[in-house]
Structures are given as C-alpha cells and as structure tokens.
C-alpha cells in the first residue's frame, strides 16, 4: 500500500472480487484466511458493504455478492460503449456491414453498442438493447466457444460465421473479447450477404482485440 490509497477500501474492493469469482459464496474464515487478515476485519467490511448493497449473506452465513452492485454495472455500459466506438466504426466502413458489441448479461447475449456503415445503400439494422440466447447468433457463440480457453488465449478459429441471424437473409461473423477480467464479449458484424467474404473473420478479430486493449 502507498500513502496515497486507503488499505480498508483496497480490503473492501478485493472482498467484492473474491465473492464474484465465487459461485458459492464464501464464509467469513474463507475471506479472513484469503485476505490475510482476523475475522474482526472481514465482519466489519461485510457490514458495511452490505449497508450500501453490494453484498448479502444467505442463511448459511456465506457471503455472495449484493444486488447493489447491478446499479453500478449499469453505468458501465456507457463507457464500454465509449471505448468500444471507434473500432465499431472503423470496422462497420471497412466491411460496409452493422458492427455492434456484445455482452454476456445472465444467459442471454446483450447488444451494447451498434455502429452502421454510412456509405452503403443497404445494410441490416440492428439496435442497441438486443437481446437473445447465447447461442443463437455468431456473437453469442463465439463467447461460448471462447469459455474454458486461459484468458491470453483465443480459440484456434478464433471467430464464428453464421449463415441465418436473427433478420432474414442475413449473415453474421463475431470474435470473442480476449483477456478482460470480469467481462465477457464479443465483437461482429451483421450483414445481408448469402456468402460471408473471406477477410470478414480475421477482420472481425482484428476489431476484438482493438476493443479488448481499449477496455484493459
């Protein structure tokens, strides 16, 4: 720790991660043992935490992560928009396809920011706010086919074209957000061509990783 940060919020913000990397939750011991730290301490930051939201414990005593804390994750997503713009559009004149970012939200894939191309007379509308199964589209599955890989890694395709989206007619291609802690997503494009071009998937790569290196 260095003079200018406060060791009880450090303690408080490593708490909230621990309880989110934990499907289970954890019991006070756990937290005191993973903190290096008494049970006196780890009460004191669980109350205080679970005064503002961000963490409730179950009858068994074991702490998991509040609801609080979807308050703050909604404020997110205008920044990850922010960040995530300018490969969006870069992406979307380059294909002359809808390029949009997407991410996991529970069981669902969820569209947080859609780019159109503007020179095309043509191209598929997609909005903001989308939602649909994982895997139902390309952007869901390339999130899928990348779980289980170490976080540096992408799987060996390294993206996922479908033939049929949502809109009839269309095509999709979408690449999965690599090396993010605590995100999960994936960028792509949307398109009304029966046959995806053969420099859609590496293009689609290229811009996931330019939008991961935005967000680390």
């Known amino acids: 720790m260095t003079a200018e940060t406060s060791q009880t919020l450090d303690r ?9 990397d934990s499907e289970r939750g954890l019991t006070v011991t756990e937290l005191a043992a993973r903190l290096a730290v008494n049970r006196t301490v780890v009460y004191r930051l669980l109350a205080t935490l679970e005064q503002h939201g961000l963490v409730r414990r179950d009858i068994g005593g074991r702490a998991r992560v509040g609801l609080g804390v979807l308050r703050l994750a909604h404020r997110v997503h205008p920044l990850l928009r922010e960040a995530a713009l300018p490969a969006l559009r870069s992406l979307a004149e380059d294909l002359g396809a809808t390029a949009h970012l997407t991410l996991v939200d529970g069981s669902e894939a969820l569209a947080v920011a859609v780019v159109e191309p503007s020179w095309t007379d043509f191209h598929v509308a997609y909005r903001t706010g989308l939602r649909h199964p994982l895997g139902e589209s390309a952007a869901g599955r390339a999130i899928l086919e990348a779980r289980g ?68």
């Open 149 to 216: 890989f170490p976080s540096q890694r992408r799987p060996e395709q390294g993206f996922v074209i479908t033939r049929a989206e949502e809109q009839s007619g269309a095509c999709g291609a979408a690449a999965a957000l690599i090396g993010l802690s605590g995100i999960e997503g994936s960028v792509g494009v949307v398109m009304l061509n029966g046959l995806v071009p053969e420099r859609v998937g590496p293009r689609v790569v290229e811009a996931a990783t330019e939008v991961a290196d935005a967000l680390r």
């Open 12 to 20: 408080g913000v490593r708490v909230l991660k621990l309880l989110a």
